[in-house]
């Protein structure tokens, strides 16, 4: 390599002008060596010569003994962020070993799931469906993780049955793995996954209290909120401990007064609004649900709307404890539009069209079907109350559904 990039340079030419030629020096003209390959694959990622790394791969994986060390370098470039070449190494180690019962096979799987996570929820969906097969046989950590992912997934999905199945076994495992971490069992060399142990068991008690919420048990809901909010059963004395415990109390206590907004309780919705107003990054999600409240119970909120109206262009998904899942709040947002716009058409106002645009822009944007439907119904209920530029408007939008459901057809039937 060091040789090839001083002929370059002394040539004036790109760095990779030889790069298909090295490939071929490398097989054809010599044995191939892994002190030749290895910066070579490196130095191709960094340049985005993926057809070099692809060329280099098919000719390596003749002989399967160089695919522990494909592996490890696509998880060097999975953790520099070079996703488009740790993927195109992840597929080919998978095929390799597509017929054995192994960890890596598992782990590539684990990899590519987390590559293909985008906007796009009908991908996002197939991306958790074929990596679900695979989960038990991660390591344990791995496991935590791809579990925490798969309930992200299937929460911005909104299969509920699902989510709190997942979260179950979270719980599950993350319990099992941090009472032998406190044992005199436990081992230090073993490997360790993204977050604490304990964070896994309190974000799964908070994920089975979404899942009341969302199918209106309400009185479920509080007794998870009662599990996450109590924390004297945490080991851990740490800043990182102290952090995730008051975390987890403060959205504790919102989603309390939440829990009792939603079940039809509008003596506490001036409480809860002063509770959440001095918390920026709280107020969106808050806005969401109070909007829900007033559709379902026919409340007007006018006022709060107007308080907080720099807040409904969501602009964010960080907060001042970490980064909500960018799936989840792209659906809640895509959903937040629709309720909003339901709110202002059903109290005679008719700015709600223009919310309805937006609506169906965002869930087309992430392929949200089921809300597409929703804005489309709202949009031809209230039709009459469009003037002509909305109505263009409208149909240039259902134009782009359609033309993206025509490629996602095309894209599926190519897999039959």
């Not at 319990?175 to 490997?191: A, G």
């Not at 907060?319 to 909003?340: K, M, S, W």
């Not at 716009?341 to 008719?350: I, M, T």
Request: proline share 2%; hydrophobic share 35%.
């Amino acid at each position: 390599m060091n040789h090839l990039e001083r002929i370059t340079k002394g040539m004036q030419l790109p760095e990779d002008h030889f790069y298909s030629l090295y490939v071929d020096e490398c097989f054809h003209y010599s044995s191939p060596t892994w002190r030749r390959l290895r910066p070579f694959l490196l130095r191709s990622a960094e340049l985005g010569r993926l057809d070099c790394i692809e060329q280099v791969v098919q000719n390596l994986l003749e002989n399967l003994t160089y695919a522990p060390m494909l592996f490890e370098v696509a998880e060097g470039l999975f953790q520099q962020g070079q996703w488009q070449a740790a993927a195109l190494l992840y597929r080919n180690v998978s095929a390799s070993e597509k017929y054995q019962n192994s960890e890596r096979l598992a782990a590539c799987q684990y990899r590519l799931f987390r590559i293909a996570l985008g906007d796009d929820q009908t991908q996002n969906l197939q991306a958790a469906l074929l990596f679900e097969c695979y989960l038990d046989r991660l390591d344990e950590a791995d496991q935590l993780d791809g579990l925490n992912h798969l309930i992200n997934v299937y929460y911005s999905l909104r299969k509920w049955h699902k989510v709190d199945e997942l979260a179950q076994e979270l719980l599950r495992l993350a319990t099992l793995r941090y009472n032998l971490q406190h044992s005199s069992r436990k081992q230090n060399n073993e490997k360790k996954p993204e977050k604490p142990f304990y964070r896994y068991i309190l974000y799964s008690h908070l994920v089975r209290s979404s899942v009341c919420e969302e199918n209106k048990d309400y009185k479920s809901a509080l007794k998870f909120v009662a599990l996450y909010m109590v924390a004297s059963w945490i080991q851990e004395d740490d800043e990182n401990a102290k952090r995730t415990v008051a975390q987890y109390q403060e959205w504790g206590t919102a989603n309390t007064m939440l829990y009792q907004l939603m079940s039809g309780q509008h003596e506490i919705l001036p409480e809860y609004v002063e509770h959440i107003s001095p918390q920026s990054d709280e107020v969106f999600t808050a806005l969401f649900n109070i909007i829900i409240s007033a559709n379902r119970y026919d409340w007007n909120v006018d006022h709060i709307l107007e308080r907080f109206a720099a807040y409904i262009p969501y602009r964010t998904n960080f907060t001042e404890f970490g980064q909500y899942n960018r799936q989840i709040v792209a659906d809640q947002y895509a959903r937040f539009l629709v309720e909003l716009a339901a709110y202002y058409l059903h109290n005679n106002r008719n700015e709600g069209i223009n919310f309805i645009l937006q609506g169906l822009e965002s869930s087309a944007k992430i392929n949200n079907e089921s809300n597409v439907i929703k804005c489309v119904d709202l949009f031809e209920h209230y039709r009459h109350r469009a003037n002509e530029e909305e109505k263009e408007q409208y149909k240039l939008l259902i134009r782009e559904v359609q033309n993206a459901n025509e490629k996602k057809t095309y894209h599926a039937s190519s897999f039959v």
